[in-house]
């Protein structure tokens, strides 16, 4: 991956004059976000464009594009968001995508953009589109579209825009290595450790209840260690309900190639999220643990709503408030049935990234000149 070339006398509107292919920045001047950009890229590739991703040095040290070598963007990355903003608005591009629309100086810039170039822009908080009026000029802008990561974020917003959608599914086009696994079925709770977003409480009920019922068949993946307190407090829970061996953690910030291999090398995803703690996951914002589960193809545990919001009760194993049933569940299936949800949830991957095309194929028509 390359730097971008500036190109001389940029046209003010429209297709660059002289271009076999469309150009495309992808903007995302923060430390997150960065696994989303590949679908993007991806679909973006399928379309024909010729992508310039800009980022931070952070994000390119991280290397979410590890497994990705089929993905041909040129990236530019800068160490502060205000530089990658910089870097990204000193050529003129046939659109631009905002991998992350949110914070007063990407507004800002997208409303600059706007005077002659056609913008899409990821929304990641339903919320912000209702409550703050720093977005009315963009929504009223028919050169620009909001597109969401699932479309019931859209739906919580409809009555104000439209939008469109794409499941941030694509993660890899080469092999991750796997690895010597003992009996053990693996469950992994993945992301950040954060009590406000996971119930990791509930998690730690269902593990003792396994354990006195005298199985170790099982062991669990927790993300995110740190020094936290909250962090000190859980694991303290766990050495003392007697399950150290049964319950394994990866450190917070890790890079995406030791994060990639361990998604890869379990056999179920728990998101932890549920309705009456969690309520703005089924509303105004996405999960990255069911884009996760869906595209590793590997199988969820997870609550009722959530599985009915992605479409995929068929493919997992779901509970309303017994975590514990749906985890027994999982350990108990047999390996055939197992096999048979890792092949429907591969057809489902497929299915959901054809529809994410299609959803980016026409929002990029009706902002374009």
């Not at 990236?75 to 050529?91: D, F, G, H």
């Not at 690895?179 to 469950?187: D, I, Q, T, V």
């Not at 049933?325 to 047999?334: F, G, H, N, S, T």
Request: with cysteine; glycine share 4%.
């Amino acid at each position: 991956m390359s730097a971008a070339t500036p190109l001389p006398n940029p046209s003010p509107r429209g297709p660059i004059p002289g271009l076999a292919r469309k150009r495309c920045a992808l903007i995302e001047c923060y430390n997150r976000h960065d696994e989303v950009y590949l679908t993007t890229v991806y679909l973006l590739e399928k379309l024909g464009f010729e992508v310039h991703l800009f980022n931070t040095w952070r994000n390119r040290v991280k290397n979410s594009f590890v497994h990705a070598p089929g993905l041909s963007c040129k990236v530019v990355s800068k160490l502060t968001p205000t530089q990658v903003l910089e870097a990204a608005t000193r050529e003129r591009f046939d659109l631009v995508v905002f991998n992350t629309l949110e914070g007063s100086a990407v507004l800002q810039c997208a409303r600059e953009l706007l005077a002659h170039t056609p913008i899409l822009g990821f929304v990641h908080n339903g919320s912000f589109i209702l409550e703050k009026p720093e977005y009315e000029a963009l929504i009223k802008n028919p050169h620009c579209k909001l597109m969401t990561l699932a479309p019931y974020v859209a739906q919580h917003f409809a009555e104000k825009t439209q939008a469109g959608s794409m499941y941030p599914l694509y993660f890899f086009d080469r092999e991750i290595p796997a690895e010597a696994r003992g009996e053990r079925r693996r469950f992994v709770v993945q992301g950040y450790f954060d009590p406000t977003r996971r119930h990791y409480g509930q998690l730690l009920e269902a593990l003792k209840a396994l354990k006195s019922e005298g199985r170790n068949d099982f062991e669990v993946y927790v993300m995110g260690r740190s020094f936290s307190k909250s962090f000190r407090e859980f694991a303290a829970s766990v050495d003392q309900a007697g399950l150290s061996e049964n319950v394994r953690y990866t450190w917070k910030g890790i890079g995406y190639r030791a994060y990639y291999r361990l998604l890869n090398n379990v056999d179920f995803i728990l998101p932890l999220i549920s309705p009456e703690f969690h309520p703005a996951y089924f509303a105004s914002k996405s999960t990255s643990s069911v884009a996760a589960t869906i595209g590793f193809q590997k199988i969820a545990v997870l609550h009722e709503e959530l599985a009915r919001h992605y479409g995929v009760r068929d493919i997992s194993f779901t509970y309303r408030a017994d975590l514990l049933a749906a985890m027994r569940q999982a350990l108990d299936a047999p390996a055939a049935v197992l096999a048979d949800l890792t092949e429907r949830t591969k057809q489902k991957k497929a299915f959901l990234l054809d529809e994410s095309r299609r959803h980016l194929e026409t929002a990029i028509e009706a902002v374009s000149w």
